[in-house]
């Protein structure tokens, strides 16, 4: 069963950067889809940013575009999420997730059911 990773959250004060990163356990996985989640409390699960593996073409919410970037090192195996001018409405866990299928239509990485593996989710805090 293949295992994500995540790691880097913490508390950053709005304005400032943060990354995030997802590594994956199996070595052998880099035909698919991964992307970022986020879910704040008491609101939906959302999606935040996702990445297919097969060429590269990366897909970003609206709420998220211009500074967020997600990124990929396949030879480290791990997906990296770039927070960049963070918002205290950015405040979430944020969820790695990744799917087998390589998805053509980006309308796929907007859900979360499309994505069959999920991590435990890493905090992050936008606060004064």
């Known amino acids: 069963q293949m295992q994500l990773a995540e790691s880097g959250g913490g508390l950053v004060q709005p304005g400032g950067s943060l990354r995030v990163s997802c590594s994956v356990s199996?070595?052998?996985?880099?035909?698919?889809?991964m992307a970022w989640f986020r879910q704040a409390p008491g609101k939906e699960r959302e999606f935040v940013a996702g990445?297919?593996?097969?060429?590269?073409?990366?897909y970003h919410a609206d709420s998220v575009k211009g500074r967020f970037t997600i990124s990929r090192d396949n030879t480290k195996d791990t997906v990296y999420l770039q927070m960049n001018s963070l918002k205290v409405e950015d405040t979430a866990v944020y969820y790695c997730?990744?799917?087998?299928?390589?998805?053509?239509?980006?309308?796929?990485?907007?859900?979360?059911?499309?994505?069959?593996?999920w991590g435990q989710g890493t905090q992050v805090t936008v606060s004064s």
């Open positions: 199996d070595r052998t996985f880099d035909g698919g889809s």
């Open positions: 990445v297919r593996l097969t060429d590269g073409i990366t």
């Open positions: 997730v990744a799917s087998k299928r390589a998805y053509y239509n980006r309308a796929y990485y907007y859900r979360s059911d499309s994505f069959e593996y």
